[in-house]
């Protein structure tokens, strides 16, 4: 059992920034680590995922260039550094865990751990 703890969301203002993190427990060796988002009215997405090693990153091309993922596995815990945010980013954010790696193609149903989300809210 893997158990997923986020922190750090909150209100910004357009082009402001925010860090989410991420605290896992249990069985998380080897386990990639990511972020998913659901807007109101809207099916959850991925956002960025980093494998065990931090070698491999996926972002969704939204999030490209304004998001950076990594992770520090002596701490457990894995970042989400939100950058140039804008209004349409404002969502509830999720992190998530699985033994598989997780892309823009994998289906949110498949991810087997999830933390409890995080309201982000972005003013314009």
């Known amino acids: 059992q893997v158990q997923l703890v986020e922190s750090g969301g909150g209100l910004v203002q357009a082009g402001g920034s925010l860090r989410l993190s991420c605290a896992a427990s249990?069985?998380?060796?080897?386990?990639?680590m990511g972020w998913f988002r659901q807007a109101p009215g809207k099916e959850r997405e991925f956002v960025a995922a980093?494998?065990?090693?931090?070698?491999?990153?996926y972002y969704a091309d939204s999030m490209k260039g304004r998001f950076t993922i990594s992770r520090d596995n002596a701490k457990n815990t894995v970042y989400l550094q939100m950058d140039s945010l804008k209004p349409e980013d404002t969502a509830v954010y999720y992190c998530?865990?699985?033994?598989?790696?997780?892309?823009?193609?994998?289906?949110?149903?498949?991810?087997?751990?999830w933390g409890q989300g995080t309201q982000v809210t972005v003013s314009s």
């Open positions: 249990g069985r998380t060796f080897g386990y990639a």
């Open positions: 980093i494998s065990w090693n931090g070698i491999r990153l």
């Open positions: 998530a865990a699985d033994r598989e790696m997780m892309t823009i193609a994998t289906p949110y149903r498949a991810v087997h751990y």
